[in-house]
């Protein structure tokens, strides 16, 4: 009867030992199906900011333009201030002629002036 006892002490201690291996490994998997789905939303909120990004540097290129057209618009009006008429012909300050010929012929055509049409 003894080794009958001991044998069934045994086998209540393996059960007992496979019931807490049991329970570890269900608390591991619902652990590892958590991490799994956080996982999976940090992917999504990721690919999500991305295309965000995608959509603010497109933006940020349409401003990048027109800062450089701006630019570019304001230099001419500078240099057509500085423009004079004499005689019908158009001229610059000398340190300006390269740089405001240039722009002004290149991007701001020149309308007539109403005395130089006279002439």
Request: charged share 30%.
């Amino acid at each position: 009867m003894h080794v009958r006892a001991h044998a069934h002490t045994q086998v209540d201690s393996t059960l007992a030992c496979f019931d807490t291996l049991s329970a570890q490994h269900k608390d591991v998997s619902q652990k590892s199906k958590a991490l799994y789905n956080s996982c999976e939303q940090l992917v999504k909120e990721k690919d999500q900011l991305a295309e965000f990004a995608d959509a603010i540097r497109v933006k940020l290129k349409f401003f990048d333009e027109f800062e450089t057209v701006y630019s570019q618009e304001s230099a001419c009006r500078l240099a057509k201030r500085k423009l004079w008429v004499k005689d019908g012909r158009v001229g610059w300050p000398a340190q300006d002629l390269k740089h405001g010929r240039s722009c002004i012929l290149a991007a701001c055509p020149i309308e007539p002036a109403d005395d130089a049409m006279a002439h």
